[in-house]
């Protein structure tokens, strides 16, 4: 047996200043193209336009892959950091976790409302590119700069001249080619991200030039963008030809100083638009392009959704039998939608998904009472908005009583511990796998009867993975999850027949702890060796419940009591160090750890692991590439003939874990 590398204190490397970014990038920036890091500098010369310090944006695509962002703004500052003593300019691309957008607890910081969070923006710029060129023109003089080796070194601050009144920053990038799939950003997607800046900055000039070579001459193509009607004006450019069902509706509403519940200046701009057939949408927060969606977006159509059915009730206008769900009034709805949130939380250092749960509340309550009166205004707009979405709530039920119709032939009886929803649609019904029964009982006074059932285990499900198919119905709980599924256990190699499947997701919902993971481990087990289609349909999540609730005391009138929650121990370090940043001291907080499901009430539980809006899942997929990699460390993990084999494995591996016991 080969000797076991030595693990010592020499064994830890300790990653400085931007080598962290360099070793693993994919942790702070996409890495199929350099659009990112890009954006990153994009991000902040419109932040400057946000605020209402610049009002030009100039990009420009060098032959040789270069991009050069210029701004009108107020130029970065070149002073020394009281605290660090070396330049701010040097600080802003050479720091990670250094910035301009931290200080945001009052709203009057210098980017309030900036999309920056993580603070690491041109940092990563910097780290990912083998030349950064900085020219800053700041009361009225020009400064120069330049950063090379990945911001390993740092040329000296220079001053090159007076400028007069003008003010700006001009960032050049050389981004390197060996950190990217493709070595130069997609024009087409660098058009997209410049288009939307030209939408959501009424006023500012957004131009972008890219150069092409022309036998041995140089050319310059040029597009600007400006659009004078803000949101509406785009929505009805993304509309084209769709047939519209009602004239297209934009407003913004934002909190103003003495508002109860949000800080000054935040709020939201939206336009909405209800068209025959699909049409594309979008959102952003504090400019950022979030493709993914987030708790922003459920802000807007819960804030629709309930104007549009005190629209309907109103007038009497729901036929009798026919109960309106959200989707009916939003599927057919097109919307851009422009958040302003003092201090957002996205998903990863890309921002492509808000998770701040506090954005549902603050998008629904700005949209919906304008919306309402919009609609008393013009009623025969919102009478064609309220029968579209009778229409599709009668198409809805037509539906769910046709599959209703299939499954009353069947013979299986559902089991008597599920407590099922009402719902037949599969695509918004879910199963939750619920860890004991106290935890169950807290998810059926939790769940949304309409698309949540609820079906708990007692114990800790079989290990199936040696089991043959014919002898896993001997097992109570497998039968149950089964026969509550609709769908017979199959093998990888089969065209299994999913057309009696119930529901849409099924949701892994276990403790945060040691054995909530094993409970985890069996179950994807059991799916991945006898229910393998579910896996690779895209039906299976994992439930991400927090392990610590954080109660934070109201701070002024501006600032309520809340309640915020830490996934894990670096969720916890994250808020508390937010929270000082606000001025809240530590000692008056207070750190609640959970110590399973059922210790959380039905609120908390809702909240923070079965609403989707706000809950965190994660969904199970199977690369077809590592099936091979997969079976065998299932093997070796799972397989009872394979002791030796993981107790090697685990003398080799056990100090990568971060035990929770």
């Given at each position: 047996?080969?000797?076991?590398?030595?693990?010592?204190?020499?064994?830890?490397?300790?990653?400085?200043?931007?080598?962290?970014?360099?070793?693993?990038?994919?942790?702070?920036?996409?890495?199929?193209?350099?659009?990112?890091?890009?954006?990153?500098?994009?991000?902040?010369?419109?932040?400057?336009?946000?605020?209402?310090?610049?009002?030009?944006?100039?990009?420009?695509?060098?032959?040789?892959?270069?991009?050069?962002?210029?701004?009108?703004?107020?130029?970065?500052?070149?002073?020394?950091?009281?605290?660090?003593?070396?330049?701010?300019?040097?600080?802003?691309?050479?720091?990670?976790?250094?910035?301009?957008?931290?200080?945001?607890?009052?709203?009057?910081?210098?980017?309030?409302?900036?999309?920056?969070?993580?603070?690491?923006?041109?940092?990563?710029?910097?780290?990912?590119?083998?030349?950064?060129?900085?020219?800053?023109?700041?009361?009225?003089?020009?400064?120069?700069?330049?950063?090379?080796?990945?911001?390993?070194?740092?040329?000296?601050?220079?001053?090159?001249?007076?400028?007069?009144?003008?003010?700006?920053?001009?960032?050049?990038?050389?981004?390197?080619?060996?950190?990217?799939?493709?070595?130069?950003?997609?024009?087409?997607?660098?058009?997209?991200?410049?288009?939307?800046?030209?939408?959501?900055?009424?006023?500012?000039?957004?131009?972008?030039?890219?150069?092409?070579?022309?036998?041995?001459?140089?050319?310059?193509?040029?597009?600007?963008?400006?659009?004078?009607?803000?949101?509406?004006?785009?929505?009805?450019?993304?509309?084209?030809?769709?047939?519209?069902?009602?004239?297209?509706?934009?407003?913004?509403?934002?909190?103003?100083?003495?508002?109860?519940?949000?800080?000054?200046?935040?709020?939201?701009?939206?336009?909405?638009?209800?068209?025959?057939?699909?049409?594309?949408?979008?959102?952003?927060?504090?400019?950022?392009?979030?493709?993914?969606?987030?708790?922003?977006?459920?802000?807007?159509?819960?804030?629709?959704?309930?104007?549009?059915?005190?629209?309907?009730?109103?007038?009497?206008?729901?036929?009798?039998?026919?109960?309106?769900?959200?989707?009916?009034?939003?599927?057919?709805?097109?919307?851009?939608?422009?958040?302003?949130?003092?201090?957002?939380?996205?998903?990863?250092?890309?921002?492509?998904?808000?998770?701040?749960?506090?954005?549902?509340?603050?998008?629904?309550?700005?949209?919906?009472?304008?919306?309402?009166?919009?609609?008393?205004?013009?009623?025969?707009?919102?009478?064609?908005?309220?029968?579209?979405?009778?229409?599709?709530?009668?198409?809805?039920?037509?539906?769910?009583?046709?599959?209703?119709?299939?499954?009353?032939?069947?013979?299986?009886?559902?089991?008597?511990?599920?407590?099922?929803?009402?719902?037949?649609?599969?695509?918004?019904n879910e199963l939750f796998l619920v860890e004991g029964d106290s935890a169950g009982g807290s998810a059926k006074m939790a769940r949304n009867k309409?698309?949540?059932?609820?079906?708990?285990?007692?114990?800790?499900?079989?290990?199936?993975?040696?089991?043959?198919?014919?002898?896993?119905?001997?097992?109570?709980?497998?039968?149950?999850?089964?026969?509550?599924?609709?769908?017979?256990?199959?093998?990888?190699?089969?065209?299994?027949?999913?057309?009696?499947?119930?529901?849409?997701?099924?949701?892994?919902?276990?403790?945060?702890?040691?054995?909530?993971?094993?409970?985890?481990?069996?179950?994807?087990?059991?799916?991945?060796?006898?229910?393998?289609?579910?896996?690779?349909?895209?039906?299976?999540y994992i439930a991400q419940p927090p392990l610590y609730r954080i109660d934070v005391p109201a701070s002024g009138k501006k600032r309520p009591a809340?309640?915020?929650?830490?996934?894990?121990?670096?969720?916890?370090?994250?808020?508390?160090?937010?929270?000082?940043?606000?001025?809240?001291?530590?000692?008056?907080?207070?750190?609640?750890?959970?110590?399973?499901?059922?210790?959380?009430?039905?609120?908390?539980?809702?909240?923070?692991?079965?609403?989707?809006?706000?809950?965190?899942?994660?969904?199970?997929?199977?690369?077809?590439?590592?099936?091979?990699?997969?079976?065998?460390?299932?093997?070796?993990?799972?397989?009872?003939?394979?002791?030796?084999?993981?107790?090697?494995?685990?003398?080799?591996?056990?100090?990568?874990?971060?035990?929770?016991?």
């Open positions: 047996m080969a000797a076991s590398p030595i693990y010592d204190e020499s064994s830890f490397r300790v990653l400085k200043g931007l080598e962290p970014v360099r070793e693993r990038p994919g942790m702070y920036t996409r890495t199929d193209s350099p659009a990112h890091i890009i954006q990153e500098v994009i991000d902040n010369s419109a932040d400057e336009a946000l605020g209402g310090h610049a009002k030009n944006l100039h990009v420009l695509l060098h032959l040789d892959g270069s991009i050069t962002v210029t701004d009108d703004g107020r130029g970065i500052p070149v002073g020394l950091h009281p605290d660090e003593k070396i330049p701010v300019v040097v600080l802003a691309f050479t720091r990670l976790h250094a910035g301009g957008k931290f200080d945001k607890s009052t709203g009057n910081s210098a980017y309030a409302f900036s999309g920056g969070l993580h603070g690491v923006g041109v940092a990563v710029t910097n780290a990912l590119s083998t030349r950064v060129s900085v020219e800053v023109r700041r009361e009225g003089k020009i400064w120069a700069i330049e950063f090379s080796g990945g911001g390993e070194k740092v040329g000296p601050l220079t001053e090159n001249g007076s400028c007069g009144r003008q003010s700006g920053t001009r960032v050049r990038v050389w981004p390197d080619p060996k950190y990217f799939d493709a070595p130069k950003v997609p024009p087409a997607e660098l058009e997209r991200l410049l288009r939307s800046k030209a939408v959501l900055l009424p006023g500012v000039k957004v131009r972008l030039d890219i150069e092409q070579a022309d036998g041995t001459n140089v050319t310059v193509s040029s597009k600007t963008w400006s659009y004078p009607t803000g949101l509406a004006g785009y929505l009805s450019e993304l509309a084209g030809n769709a047939e519209a069902v009602a004239p297209l509706y934009a407003a913004e509403k934002y909190a103003d100083a003495d508002h109860a519940d949000f800080a000054p200046g935040e709020g939201a701009a939206w336009a909405l638009g209800w068209h025959i057939d699909m049409v594309a949408s979008e959102s952003y927060v504090n400019l950022i392009p979030t493709v993914a969606g987030g708790t922003h977006e459920a802000g807007l159509r819960a804030g629709v959704f309930d104007a549009v059915k005190s629209f309907i009730e109103h007038r009497a206008l729901l036929p009798r039998g026919v109960k309106l769900q959200q989707d009916d009034v939003c599927s057919r709805m097109a919307y851009v939608l422009s958040a302003r949130i003092l201090d957002p939380q996205f998903q990863g250092q890309v921002k492509e998904k808000l998770n701040s749960r506090e954005a549902v509340k603050l998008v629904s309550s700005m949209v919906r009472d304008p919306f309402e009166i919009w609609l008393n205004q013009h009623v025969e707009a919102g009478k064609a908005i309220a029968e579209l979405s009778i229409r599709q709530a009668l198409a809805r039920q037509k539906n769910s009583q046709k599959v209703e119709k299939r499954k009353q032939s069947g013979v299986a009886v559902l089991p008597g511990k599920l407590s099922d929803c009402e719902s037949t649609d599969i695509a918004e309409e698309t949540q059932a609820i079906l708990p285990l007692r114990g800790k499900v079989l290990n199936s993975w040696e089991v043959e198919a014919g002898r896993l119905f001997a097992n109570a709980e497998i039968h149950d999850i089964a026969v509550a599924l609709g769908v017979d256990p199959h093998r990888p190699e089969d065209s299994p027949d999913l057309s009696g499947l119930r529901y849409g997701k099924l949701i892994i919902m276990s403790d945060a702890d040691v054995d909530g993971a094993h409970i985890q481990t069996l179950l994807l087990t059991l799916f991945y060796r006898h229910f393998p289609a579910l896996i690779s349909h895209g039906h299976i809340r309640r915020l929650y830490a996934l894990d121990d670096g969720e916890l370090v994250a808020i508390k160090d937010r929270l000082i940043k606000e001025g809240i001291r530590q000692e008056a907080v207070e750190v609640g750890r959970f110590k399973g499901l059922g210790e959380m009430n039905p609120d908390q539980l809702r909240e923070t692991a079965m609403a989707p809006a706000t809950r965190r899942v994660v969904p199970i997929s199977d690369l077809p590439d590592t099936r091979e990699y997969t079976l065998k460390l299932f093997n070796l993990l799972m397989g009872k003939g394979e002791a030796s084999s993981r107790r090697a494995w685990m003398e080799e591996k056990g100090h990568l874990i971060e035990a929770d016991i």
